[in-house]
């Protein structure tokens, strides 16, 4: 059984797993675990992985496009306003989508967004038309100011990028699902495995954005089949409800109205 669709931006998708294209071992192992993972959307950065310029990647680009999968442009690496506008301007014309995932970093040693520089950079990039995707902290005032700016998705960490530290702050990533219950929510960095990803949609996030976990796995596509069934598996737990915690212990298996076994010999 899948779980339900869902819209992002307008646009209706029934994978709820984004996913990355750095860090694997060669462009076919990539390939493979992307088809695996049934993820419709696959982020790139020019950064890593080209210069403004499909001609320089000619066999890995001849590989996404053959996915045929939505793709989410990446600000990675940039660290000021003024550099996370301009690579979003280039993406734009690049790619031909006004889809951008905003990475603007502030601290070079756990690559935090640098909030204030985050919300500028949104807001130039919203009034220039883009449907912006933030990688943000899971600070709840923070992500207040980019949802009135006009952002309909978030992206806050589960932990620093590539870290694998899996969910450090699940209080706060709770809040945020129960404050802005109209925002799609995905969690971007620090998963490390599956479990972590279950944990994320039971808490009610719309998605998760991966990369490392599944690239740097022993068996990237292995990983990757296992990362979709878990993201399937939280989303349905979620849809059903899942039952609440108790302080004290309750019988499976009621003794009211129940006929008594009689033991002989």
């Given amino acids: 059984m899948k779980a339900s669709n869902w819209q992002v931006y307008g646009q209706t998708l029934s994978s709820r797993l984004f996913i990355g294209t750095a860090l694997y071992p060669s462009p076919k192992v990539m390939v493979d675990a992307i088809k695996a993972s049934k993820a419709e959307v696959i982020t790139v950065s020019l950064r890593r992985q080209t210069s403004a310029d499909k001609q320089s990647g000619g066999q890995f680009w001849q590989m996404i496009e053959s996915l045929n999968c939505h793709l989410l442009p990446n600000t990675a690496g940039c660290y000021s306003v003024k550099e996370a506008v ?149 989303r349905l737990a979620y849809e059903a409800g899942v039952m609440p915690k108790r302080d004290n212990a309750k019988p499976s298996t009621p003794t009211l109205d129940q006929p008594i076994w009689q033991q002989h010999g």
Wanted: proline share 6%.
């Fill in 86 to 234: 301009n690579t979003a301007h280039m993406a734009r014309e690049l790619f031909d989508t006004d889809w951008v995932k905003l990475e603007v970093l502030g601290d070079s040693y756990n690559l935090q967004p640098d909030p204030f520089a985050l919300v500028e950079a949104t807001k130039i990039l919203i009034s220039d038309g883009f449907k912006v995707f933030p990688y943000c902290t899971d600070d709840l005032v923070l992500c207040q100011k980019l949802v009135e700016l006009g952002c309909e998705v978030l992206m806050p960490w589960g932990a620093p990028i590539g870290s694998g530290q899996g969910l450090l702050n699940p209080y706060a990533l709770k809040t945020l699902r129960e404050r802005l219950p109209n925002i799609t929510l995905l969690v971007d960095a620090g998963i490390g495995k599956p479990s972590d990803a279950v944990q994320a949609l039971e808490l009610g996030y719309d998605g998760i954005l991966l990369n490392t976990a599944i690239a740097e796995a022993l068996e990237p596509e292995k990983m990757a089949y296992a990362f979709a069934d878990a993201i399937n598996a939280g």
